[in-house]
Structure formats: structure tokens, C-alpha cells
């Protein structure tokens, strides 16, 4: 049993004073999270809010928030894709250094652990092969968070402008998805 274990109330019935360990632990949580919200103040005053950023996937704290997100969209609107249009995805991971590659399809990605992928490039490949539509998205990473770099997309082949594609795309799924058509979702949502 560890130390921690004997810190938990024996029953969350009656209510009990905390005890000086269990104090001193709230005391480094407050001290973490008011270090935490003047960070994000400071932050904020910079670069504005931070909630666009987060929305355009600008950053994450590391591989796993964008794995998570990943996966839901693979879940939810790339599983309708998938028999449509071929969808396929891999996120590849270059190693800073030895420029050694770990490329992992969707299928894989709860296999990814976020500890070996601590400097380096990822590169995610969303593939809409029946439409002949590739799109990478590419982040540095450093010390195992995300920072965008930059988006590409091709269509038959051509590297296009990032807008032109993003149309091009929107007219060949158009025909096949629903959410599009009726305006739920938008192109963006698709990438």
C-alpha cells in the first residue's frame, strides 16, 4: 500500500478534518494551479485566447491530446469516410537526431506512448485515396509538446495552395457526406 493510499478517507459518509499530510498536498495543488492560471493570464495577454489556437490544433501538450482528437474524429465522421472515400491515416514520428521513423496508422495509435516521443517531428497523413486528396499536417515537438508548423495538401497528385485544396476537397466529399452538405460541419472539420 502505498503513501497515498493511507492518505484516502476510510468513508466519504461522515465528514472528517484533513489531516497535516493530506493538507500539505492541497497547499502544492493551490500553489500549481495559481502558477498555472498567471501563466495562462500571461499567455493570454500575448498571444490573446488561447481557445482558437486550440481549435485550429495549433499546439498540444503532447502526442496524446493529439491522439485523442485523432481518434475522435476517426470514430465519428472519418468512420463514415472510410467506406466512402478510402480514408486511411498515419501519424509518423521523425526522432530529432537520428532522424529514425515510427509511422503508426490509425488502428495503432493507443500504442503510442508519449515518453519516446520527446524531440523530434510528427507528420500526420490523412489520405482520401478515392478522391485522390492527401493532406499532412506537420508539428515540431519539443520536450514532448506540439507546436504546428505547417499544412499541405495534394490533390491528384499536385501539391495545391492550402485553400484551393481545402475547395477541391470540399467539392469531391460533398457528394458523400451528409454533415457537409446540409452545413453541421465544415471543410475544416474534414482535415
Given at each position: 500500500?502505498?503513501?497515498?493510499?493511507?492518505?484516502?478517507?476510510?468513508?466519504?459518509?461522515?465528514?472528517?478534518?484533513?489531516?497535516?499530510?493530506?493538507?500539505?498536498?492541497?497547499?502544492?495543488?493551490?500553489?500549481?494551479?495559481?502558477?498555472?492560471?498567471?501563466?495562462?493570464?500571461?499567455?493570454?495577454?500575448?498571444?490573446?485566447?488561447?481557445?482558437?489556437?486550440?481549435?485550429?490544433?495549433?499546439?498540444?501538450?503532447?502526442?496524446?491530446?493529439?491522439?485523442?482528437?485523432?481518434?475522435?474524429?476517426?470514430?465519428?465522421?472519418?468512420?463514415?469516410?472510410?467506406?466512402?472515400?478510402?480514408?486511411?491515416?498515419?501519424?509518423?514520428?521523425?526522432?530529432?537526431?537520428?532522424?529514425?521513423?515510427?509511422?503508426?496508422?490509425?488502428?495503432?495509435?493507443?500504442?503510442?506512448?508519449?515518453?519516446?516521443?520527446?524531440?523530434?517531428t510528427i507528420?500526420?497523413?490523412?489520405?482520401?485515396?478515392?478522391?485522390?486528396?492527401?493532406?499532412?499536417?506537420?508539428?515540431?515537438?519539443?520536450?514532448?509538446?506540439?507546436?504546428?508548423?505547417?499544412?499541405?495538401?495534394?490533390?491528384?497528385?499536385?501539391?495545391?495552395?492550402?485553400?484551393?485544396?481545402l475547395m477541391?476537397?470540399?467539392?469531391?466529399?460533398?457528394?458523400?457526406?451528409?454533415?457537409?452538405?446540409?452545413?453541421?460541419?465544415?471543410?475544416?472539420?474534414?482535415?
Amino acid at each position: 500500500m502505498s503513501q497515498q493510499d493511507d492518505q484516502r478517507p476510510k468513508s466519504l459518509g461522515t465528514p472528517q478534518p484533513l489531516t497535516e499530510p493530506q493538507r500539505q498536498l492541497l497547499e502544492r495543488f493551490f500553489m500549481v494551479n495559481t502558477i498555472q492560471r498567471r501563466v495562462v493570464q500571461q499567455l493570454e495577454d500575448v498571444l490573446g485566447p488561447l481557445a482558437p489556437y486550440q481549435q485550429q490544433r495549433l499546439f498540444f501538450h503532447d502526442v496524446t491530446g493529439l491522439i485523442h482528437f485523432r481518434r475522435n474524429f476517426l470514430e465519428t465522421v472519418g468512420h463514415f469516410l472510410k467506406g466512402q472515400v478510402d480514408l486511411t491515416y498515419q501519424l509518423t514520428f521523425i526522432e530529432y537526431g537520428s532522424h529514425r521513423r515510427r509511422a503508426y496508422p490509425a488502428q495503432h495509435l493507443s500504442q503510442i506512448d508519449y515518453r519516446q516521443m520527446g524531440r523530434g517531428t510528427i507528420v500526420e497523413t490523412l489520405n482520401y485515396q478515392r478522391l485522390g486528396c492527401k493532406i499532412q499536417r506537420t508539428y515540431a515537438v519539443e520536450g514532448h509538446h506540439l507546436y504546428w508548423e505547417k499544412n499541405q495538401i495534394w490533390c491528384q497528385g499536385q501539391a495545391t495552395a492550402w485553400v484551393d485544396g481545402l475547395m477541391a476537397l470540399q467539392q469531391l466529399l460533398t457528394p458523400h457526406t451528409v454533415w457537409l452538405q446540409q452545413g453541421f460541419l465544415t471543410i475544416n472539420d474534414y482535415t
